[in-house]
């Protein structure tokens, strides 16, 4: 059996959110930690992670540009999504 790649931490509030979608909130939060450690890969081997289709990775991402305090880009050399501070 293979483990899922989606954090297991039971320490997260799944509440549902608005629209009764506590998988959304798994997503968002998985995305944060895999940003966070710089194991995004690229926005293909994200989908997998994540479980989602590429252009929902796009659709989650755009959504933390526009909410966030922090820059969210690409990095081509550790092949990840990463967090910087904007300017």
């Known amino acids: 059996r293979t483990p899922s790649p989606l954090p297991t931490d039971t320490s997260f509030n799944l509440k549902p959110m608005h629209h ?6 798994r997503t968002h939060q998985a995305l944060d930690q895999l940003i966070e450690k710089r194991k995004t890969g690229s926005p ?7 479980r ?10 755009d959504d ?24």
């Open 20 to 25: 009764g979608r506590p998988e959304v909130l």
């Open 64 to 87: 933390l540009r526009l909410t966030s305090e922090l820059n969210v880009y690409f990095c081509k050399e550790s092949k990840s999504y990463i967090f910087s501070e904007k300017n």
């Open 52 to 61: 989602v289709h590429k252009r929902t990775v796009y659709r989650i991402i």
């Open 44 to 50: 293909e081997d994200l989908a997998k992670k994540l």
